[in-house]
């Protein structure tokens, strides 16, 4: 259960948290279903999220290889794989014409930084596009953040002590009322680690985390609970 006392920091991850970051996984399965690879979407993904985004931050493997090895071991033939790496990477592009805030992210943001409290970002994605300071601001959500940063380096199993301290520097709170909002299990449990409160957004029930939500605007009805004191 949450600690009782209030947050005042919160730490958001962008992807899948902030906006919609699965219309690329989505586009990616149905092709893979087309080909008669049939597979679950959250098991799927949930072994690209522990195994490799991981590896493409310790710099192991480029997306695109990374993409290439997962294929690989679902017994795809070359000749597909060749077929969908290419068209999986032109969609990537696409896409980010289209990407915008979940619905109810901005007034969130607003709402948070009206009461005082302090903002991070943090990107666990691959930045082989552009940057998170970039995307941030594309999706005009940049200017509710006190910190913004690629969370390069996490992959290595903890947060990169650089990146943790900036981001309690820039964020001027004690560290026990810092709150981590993510969906990734990996970078859940790291920020576990480094005694960050944890928000599991559209997580499973069996991540340990200290609250879990289905969507993150959810947080502004949980922070108006009786049990959470805030610190605004």
């Known amino acids: 259960m949450m600690r009782s006392q209030g947050i005042s920091g919160w730490i958001f991850q962008l992807g899948g948290v902030l906006y919609d970051g699965t219309a ?3 586009w990616l399965l149905d092709h893979l279903r087309k080909r008669g690879l049939h597979t679950h979407y959250r098991l799927f993904f949930r ?7 991981p590896r493409i931050q310790r710099g192991e493997l480029s997306f695109q290889d990374a993409i290439e090895n997962v294929l690989v071991r679902a017994g795809m033939p070359d000749a597909h794989i060749h077929e969908i790496t290419p068209a999986l990477r032109s969609k990537r592009k696409s896409l980010l014409a289209e990407e915008r805030p979940l619905a109810g992210v901005a007034d969130l943001l ?16 691959p930045c082989d ?4 300071y970039e995307k941030a601001t594309r999706l005009g959500l940049a200017h509710f953040f006190d910190f913004i940063a690629q969370a390069d380096n996490a992959g290595h199993g903890h947060v990169p002590d650089r990146l943790l301290a900036s981001t309690l520097q820039a964020l001027r709170v004690a560290h026990p009322q810092i709150a981590f909002v993510g969906n990734t299990p990996e970078y859940l449990r790291l920020a576990r680690m480094v005694g960050l409160q944890t928000v599991g957004v559209g997580t499973e029930p069996m ?4 609250w879990q939500l289905q969507g993150v605007v959810q947080l502004q009805d949980l922070l108006q609970a009786p049990q959470w ?4």
């Open 24 to 26: 690329w996984r989505r």
């Open 47 to 53: 072994h690209w999220d522990l195994e490799y985004i």
């Open 110 to 125: 607003n709402a948070l930084q009206a009461a005082g409290h302090r903002l991070a970002l943090w990107s666990v994605e």
């Open 129 to 132: 596009q552009e940057s998170i």
């Open 207 to 210: 991540e340990q985390t200290d």
């Open 229 to 232: 004191r805030m610190a605004g």
